[in-house]
């Protein structure tokens, strides 16, 4: 399994939520989030903005299920504009799973052996 963090622009969160939901990946956290990247904010007039809203969507999948993921999330996501500020995604492999309620270790893909 994989841990896919993808950040985007505001507006364009609902419609990334709504596009996973429709294509079977309905497990999502959301989370308002600020910062910036390569451009380091941006300026308008006089004013800097060091801090730009975002947000941020977590979800795990199965290794087979990434590349169409992080593809669904991409056409959804950019802009078109060729602007900076579309966001980015990090892929990242789980190690474990527990869930919290029964303290049980879930098994990994590919991982069902390991102890």
Do not use: C, W
């Amino acid at each position: 399994m994989v841990m896919i963090r993808a950040i985007v622009r505001p507006e364009k969160a609902d419609a990334v939520m709504a596009t996973l939901m429709a294509e079977g990946f309905p497990s999502v956290t959301r989370m308002n989030v600020v910062g910036r990247g390569k451009q380091r904010g941006i300026k308008i007039g006089d004013v800097s903005y060091d801090e730009i809203p975002k947000e941020l969507l977590i979800m795990v999948v199965k290794e087979h299920d990434k590349d169409f993921v992080v593809k669904k999330i991409i056409e959804v996501a950019r802009t078109g504009k060729g602007s900076f500020g579309d966001g980015k995604i990090f892929v990242s492999p789980v190690e474990e799973v527990y869930t919290v309620s029964s303290g049980v270790r879930e098994p990994i893909e590919g991982n069902e052996g390991a102890s």
